[in-house]
């Protein structure tokens, strides 16, 4: 049987800055508030014009380039995203275009997790035997969903993309992965309107239905329970311990949430990724984006072993752990 593994990254951040002392003119707030309760000093914004596409295929260059292979070598693409350009045509879709891949491609939507689902979906494409290099995007533009008079949101979300380029290895890179959905608890971290069930109307758009609603109170609840034990279950699958992670790469909400995580999980501060302060919460692009951080830092050595770890709306949840065998940064 054939493995997966990580062969290249690459990352996209918009130029943009939307910093806590701009956010200060706009809202109720400050940057101490902002700091105290979320770790955010700063966050991207998208440009008049770019999209989740644009994001993407940004972050897409890069992961190929980074691998040593050309458009022509990919051979699926998987994007993770909740901000599609479009409710039709897939984000997928408008990427291979872009990038000039001519291979097939396929959304994921599991929220804030997309990263470690479209991980998930890429990796077994690769066990299958139904592909050998595989580009896997996260990336999200949520910043176009929030209201910027709601200081309990606008304060959280950045815009950017992250990817990385899977390959069929004789060792696996990508080891245990777990994922996890309760759709009981939908209601705590939604768009209300613009879908199906609710289609956006001008009284609708009034009400701010078409902006993210979130019980942050209980997304933290949901948070700190739900990444220790989905991180347990992975590293179980994959014959592995807490002890043995040397980086737990969680998905990038909320400080407070990393550090009572790492402290349940029993895993030293110091080995937990954190970028909040510079990026935000940037969704299904935060987890690729972090390990893009720790590559580039020279922090990030063959042999380590991640735990990459996501949550978000759905409820949704997943974990993968991740042997790394890239070498050092070109």
Known sequence: MKHAAITGIGAYLPERRLTNADLETMVDTSDEWIRTR???????????????????????????????????????????????????????????????????????MAACTSFVFALHHATVTIEAGRASTVLVIGADALTRHVDFTDRRTCVLFGDGAGAVVLQAADEPGIMGIDLGSDGTGADVLTIPAGGSA???????????????????????????????????RALAASGLTSDDVTWLVPHQANQRILDTVADR??????RVVSHIEWV???????????????????????????????????????????????????
């Open 38 to 108: 979320t770790g955010i000093g700063e966050r991207r914004l998208a440009a008049e014009g770019e999209a989740t596409s644009d994001l993407a295929a940004a972050a897409g260059v890069a992961a190929i380039a980074d691998a040593g292979l050309t458009v022509d070598d990919i051979d699926f693409l998987v994007v993770g995203t909740s901000s599609p350009d479009h409710v039709f045509p897939s984000t997928a879709s408008l990427v291979q275009a872009k990038l000039g891949l001519t291979c097939a491609g396929v959304d994921v």
């Open 265 to 270: 999980l029993g895993i030293a501060h110091e």
């Open 280 to 330: 935000g919460n940037t969704s299904s692009a935060s987890i690729p984006l972090a390990v893009h951080d720790l590559y580039t830092s020279g922090n990030l050595r063959p042999g380590d072993v991640l735990a990459l770890v996501g949550f978000g709306a759905g409820l949704t949840w997943g974990a993968a752990i991740v042997r790394w065998t890239k070498g050092p940064v070109r």
């Open 198 to 232: 609710m289609p956006c109307t001008p009284e609708r758009v009034a009400e701010g239905l078409h902006h993210v609603r979130m019980v942050g109170s209980e997304v933290f609840k949901f948070a700190v329970r739900a990444i220790p034990e989905t991180t347990e």
